[in-house]
């Protein structure tokens, strides 16, 4: 993934810090995400779901609202109506830069801003919220016993997540006037929403009134124990790869061509963060899986070691190439599936079995078959297990090439 720093002017006529999050090859489509309330664009949650939607090879722009992070103005002159207006303005820059946001998420109050905003955004296929609340003036709620003094003096300093903002009474008569109920069934989108059970900051009756009053397709998915900000690194990439998996469903994504050096599309890999060994694998532009190394050799084992990729690939190609041979050949086999497991053996001969280099890898399958198949049609079959491309690749070696280029 990489990240650009970008800034657009918002609602209010300030300067909004902003990032966009390029994938590595082509852009497919573009999203853009909203964050929580007081929080910003650099929260834990948003890096995760952008990094794993870049992977799929769409682009997220996320920002920070009028007076948080690192955009100008006052947060004291905000209110919900403020970052919706934020977010037209962030998806008019963005389509003015050719990248028009197909995917929409918000996160918590920006999940209702997003709501709010969806109707106006043209290209919206798809809109996701995260703990977001059903009604804006849910928002109230945080501000503990410091809304009478708001009322009584105008405004009022309030700890919010460890840190002070000012809270002015317009701030209160913008969110008690804002309201989804026109919103939620005229997205012109379909619906994810996520939510946890257990948060205590949104509680689960907003996902279950948000859900009710859109109209299909729509869908929810519980984030089980998760807190309110995701907080955790396992529920942040839950979320994210939900999100990715189910955006697919809704948009337009464009097609990575097929050139003649790469007839079958590029097997991309990305470094999922730097710290770990986790790579995003997107192949062809239309398939994505993870790798990863074990907890034991200091990965999070979130996913096939390169060792147990390639072993698949010998397995898959062995299966498809014994069904081939029989559906040719006519043969009643009804299912089969191939074991295959990875090791290191001295060679064969013995010599020079200490020197450097003198184990090599060995590859095991077994080759499970059923159906009414012959001794005849077995020994066949085994034969042809060995003809299939990869192993044969394996057996026979392969060329590879490599540079390295600065971006």
Request: proline content about 4%; hydrophobic content about 45%; overall charge negative.
């Amino acid at each position: 993934m990489k990240s650009e720093k970008i800034t657009f002017t918002g609602a209010l006529g300030t300067p909004l810090a902003a990032r966009l999050d390029r994938p590595e090859g082509p852009v497919r489509a573009a999203a853009l995400f909203a964050h929580c309330f007081t929080c910003s664009k650099d929260i834990a949650a948003a890096r995760r779901i952008a990094g794993r939607l870049a992977a799929l090879g769409i682009a997220v722009l996320r920002f920070d609202f009028t007076g948080l992070g690192h955009s100008g103005g006052e947060f004291a002159n905000t209110g919900f109506s403020s970052n919706v207006g934020d977010l037209l303005a962030a998806a008019r820059w963005m389509e003015g830069e050719g990248l028009a946001p197909q995917l929409i998420i918000g996160h918590s109050l920006g999940g209702a801003a997003v709501i709010k905003a969806a109707p106006e955004i043209r290209a919206a296929r798809a809109i996701v919220t995260i703990g977001a609340p059903a009604d804006p003036a849910h928002v109230a709620h945080n501000l503990g016993g410091k809304i009478d003094e708001i009322r009584t003096q105008g405004s009022a300093l309030v700890d919010l997540a460890g840190r002070t903002f000012e809270i002015r009474q317009s701030f209160l008569d913008d969110i008690a006037g804002a309201s989804l109920d026109d919103a939620l069934p005229n997205l012109g989108a379909a619906l994810l929403v996520l939510h946890a059970p257990r948060d205590q900051i949104v509680g689960i009756d907003n996902a279950s009134r948000l859900f009710a009053a859109a109209k299909h397709p729509k869908s929810y998915v519980s984030l089980d124990d998760a807190d309110h900000l995701l907080t955790r690194e396992e529920d942040a990439d839950y979320a994210a790869e939900v999100i990715a998996a189910w955006a697919k469903r809704y948009l337009t994504l464009v097609e990575e061509p097929a050139t003649e050096a790469a007839p079958e599309g590029v097997v991309r890999v990305s470094e999922a963060e730097a710290a770990g060994f986790r790579q995003d694998v997107t192949i062809g532009g239309r398939h994505q899986l993870v790798a990863d190394e074990p907890a034991s050799v200091g990965g999070t084992d979130l996913g096939p070691s390169p060792y147990q990729l390639l072993a698949a690939a010998l397995g898959a190609c062995t299966t498809m190439t014994l069904r081939m041979y029989a559906r040719r050949k006519g043969f009643g086999l009804d299912h089969l599936s191939c074991d295959v497991t990875h090791g290191r053996s001295h060679r064969a001969d013995g010599e020079g079995c200490e020197r450097k280099g003198s184990q090599v890898d060995v590859f095991r399958r077994v080759i499970r078959v059923r159906g009414s198949l012959s001794p005849d049609d077995r020994a066949r079959l085994l034969d042809i297990a060995d003809k299939c491309p990869v192993h044969r690749t394996l057996h026979a070696g392969a060329v590879v090439e490599t540079e390295i280029v600065a971006q």
